[in-house]
């Protein structure tokens, strides 16, 4: 068992926790802590929230909100994020006051694409060749096309993208995004998409879980395989990419890391501070769910075990499922012994936002997945 840093006391139950960010990634975290004998606060400003419903405390205020941020830091022993858009300075703040993983630097990198890139070039990571636009004399940058402009902040689920076919169009499709930078990339030919969640600890301590086989409709994830169907070789090549990234961040607590793969190798595409939607079959699936790693990296806990003792397929159900206001017809997923379902309590169900998802075991990743799109058929979900 790894030792815990000397001057990073473990933080034992029942402390009070902090989580910035209200939604369903912050939902399974209360859950997880709360399991554990924490107590939780939230902070998010909807005042109906999945992670707010369920926490001991939840603190509706903004982001910004300095004495929001105060009280939250006098209550807490630590605090952690479920939202990557969180202000950087809002961590900052709070790491004055109490312990804050990840840290606002990690954060910031990874919430600003140009930032993000760069570091991971720096680090040696291989990514899709790209250029930073950021006004008209970046226009030359990329000589490569196809290619996709993203937004270099606030862009999600695909949101904040613009296909770029040729390079004449790309000056229209910097003005469809409001001239804010971006980072123009290569569209790569895909073979797969693959996801890993690692985890670190304060003592320096990384375990990265199985690496999950991504399908997304529309730029939002749909489906998540585990273990993903690729080679012993790539596999271990994912997790020890990921563990890698962690030491060379330096970063606490839980991160997701995407990739692609082209031509049998491995791109990073993006990096997230926080659980990720692709690892919510840690839940059911692993000995330690990236909830409950999230808990332990945060209180400088040793990480838990993130063996997969089951192949696993995630559906996620969006609000599009939803017909007339209508819930899909759950006793579909319910009557399946081998399918669990995760309902995430919000009250309006939009096209586009997650609502719910489930996830199915079985002894094999094909035989979950086509158990799971059966299941998915009955709800009434389409294929692409
Ligand atoms: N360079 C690329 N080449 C080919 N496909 C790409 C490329 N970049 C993005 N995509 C496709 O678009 C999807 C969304 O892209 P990306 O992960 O950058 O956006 P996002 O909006 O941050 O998504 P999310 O937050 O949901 O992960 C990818 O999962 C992939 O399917
Ligand atoms: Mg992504």
Excluded at 117 to 137: C, D, M, N, R, S
Excluded at 310 to 323: I, Q
Excluded at 343 to 365: C, I, N
């Amino acid at each position: 068992m790894a030792a815990v840093a000397p001057n990073v006391q473990p933080i034992l139950p029942p402390a009070w926790l902090g989580v910035l960010g209200g939604g369903q990634l912050g939902r399974f975290f209360v859950i997880a802590a709360r399991n554990m004998g924490y107590r939780v606060a939230v902070l998010d400003p909807h005042r109906d929230s999945p992670a707010g419903a369920l926490a001991e405390r939840h603190l509706a205020a903004e982001y910004e909100d300095r004495a929001a941020l105060d009280e939250l830091a006098r209550l807490c022993q630590a605090v952690t994020t479920e939202f990557e858009n969180v202000p950087a300075a809002s961590l900052a703040h709070l790491a004055a006051r109490t312990r804050v993983a990840p840290s606002a630097q990690c954060v910031a990198v990874a919430q600003d694409r140009i930032a993000e890139k760069a570091a991971l070039l720096a680090h040696g990571f291989p990514v899709a060749p790209y250029a930073p636009i950021t006004g008209e004399q970046d226009f030359g940058r990329l000589r490569e096309f196809p290619a996709i402009l993203k937004t270099a902040r606030l862009g999600y689920d695909g949101k904040g993208q613009v296909d770029v076919a040729r390079a004449a169009d790309l000056a229209g499709a910097w003005q469809a995004l409001g001239r804010v930078p971006c980072v123009l990339e290569r569209r790569l030919a895909l073979e797969r998409e693959l996801s890993v969640i690692v985890a670190r600890g304060p003592d320096g301590e990384s375990r990265a879980f199985a690496v999950a086989e991504n399908r997304h409709r529309h730029g939002i994830l749909d489906v998540s395989i585990v273990p993903a169907r690729i080679d012993a070789a790539l596999t271990e090549r994912a997790r020890e990419m990921a563990r890698r990234l962690v030491g060379a961040l330096g970063y606490v607590g839980v991160l997701g890391v995407e990739f692609f793969v082209v031509a049998g190798e491995l791109y990073v595409n993006e990096i997230a501070p926080r659980p990720h939607n692709s690892g919510h079959y840690t839940l059911d699936a692993c000995v330690t769910s990236q909830y409950a790693q999230q808990v332990r990296a945060l209180c400088g806990l040793p990480l838990g075990d993130e063996r997969l003792l089951s192949p696993a397929t995630m559906v996620n159900v969006l609000g599009d499922a939803w017909r007339g206001g209508e819930p899909p017809p759950w006793q579909a997923v319910l009557a399946e012994p081998r399918a669990k379902l995760y309902l995430y309590g919000k009250a309006e169900a939009r096209p586009g936002r997650k609502m719910a998802h489930f996830t199915v075991l079985d002894a094999s990743p094909e035989r979950a997945l086509s158990v799971a799109l059966e299941l998915r058929a009955r709800l009434g979900i389409g294929e692409a």
